[in-house]
């Protein structure tokens, strides 16, 4: 799992880094989202998990409070206005504060562009772009009175190198970048926005899809063979970067695109 030849320090992880922060976590059941909830909590921050798959929050939330973290879970769909504004007041009101929302929550259908349903087109939109619309705008205001906040929102490096079958998908993670930015320019003091933009990275899900008849990856030999660091992107990747974008050391970056696919993609 790690690079050949490379030789990197142990990652320092400080307990009590975001302590006394109130972090939310979108898409927190599975793959990126559970890895970034476990690291924010592991941290000192109280997580709140938010997901639909209400099963495999509470499987998630179980393994990570074990370990004596502040973590509590939220079941909703972020594609729906009335949800969206629900939760974020309820959170806002039981810990009087939201520091950092992460919304990793996200789908991506392959369907050609000839052959797309418009109804998928609407679903994959809505969960993807809308959903950072109503969760930005719904967190926003309890940020500019606090005078402090982190808006972090998750495109795709198909962006930069485009995947036939992803038209929708594509499109909302590009306006998730624009939206991002001006939501950067309109946050007001003490408030950035900014976007991970993670490679391939090696979840669960991803992994087990792209095994050919042969037990071999292809999908993840191509992406290795593009990437300047020779090794899979790992959660962990995404999580550590999250960490810091999270963090008042990032104090002075805001509207910025976080690309964590191991020199696959330049900007």
Not at 76 to 90: F, K, T
Not at 110 to 134: G, K, Q, V, W
Request: charged residues 20%.
């Amino acid at each position: 799992m790690e690079e050949v030849g490379a030789n990197i320090a142990h990652i320092k992880v400080y307990p009590d880094k975001f302590e006394g922060q109130v972090v939310i976590v979108t898409g927190a059941a599975r793959g990126i989202g559970k890895v970034t909830a476990k690291l924010l909590a592991t941290q000192g921050a109280t997580v709140v998990l938010v997901d639909l798959d209400e099963k495999r929050l509470e499987e998630v939330s179980f393994k990570i409070s074990s370990q004596g973290t502040k973590i509590t879970t939220r079941v909703c769909d972020v594609g729906v206005e009335a949800q969206v504004d629900s939760l974020i007041n309820e959170i806002a009101t039981a810990y009087g504060k939201i520091d950092v929302l992460v919304h990793l929550a996200g789908i991506y259908p392959f369907h050609p562009i000839l052959n797309h349903p418009t109804a998928e087109y609407r679903r994959i939109m809505n969960i993807n772009m809308d959903s950072c619309f109503f969760l930005t705008r719904s967190v926003l205001p309890y940020m500019q009175k606090a005078g402090y906040g982190r808006i972090i929102n998750t495109a795709s490096s198909t962006l930069q190198s485009p995947v036939a079958g992803l038209s929708a998908y594509i499109a909302a993670k590009s306006g998730i970048v624009g939206f991002t930015r001006v939501t950067a320019v309109e946050a007001g003091p003490g408030v950035t926005a900014n976007i991970v933009l993670p490679g391939l990275i090696r979840t669960d899900n991803i992994w087990n899809a792209g095994v050919a008849l042969d037990g071999s990856r292809p999908l993840f030999d191509k992406a290795i063979a593009g990437q300047c660091v020779k090794r899979y992107g790992l959660p962990e990747d995404v999580a550590h970067t999250i960490s810091f974008i999270a963090s008042p050391e990032a104090r002075f970056i805001t509207g910025q695109i976080f690309d964590i696919g191991g020199g696959s993609t330049f900007h």
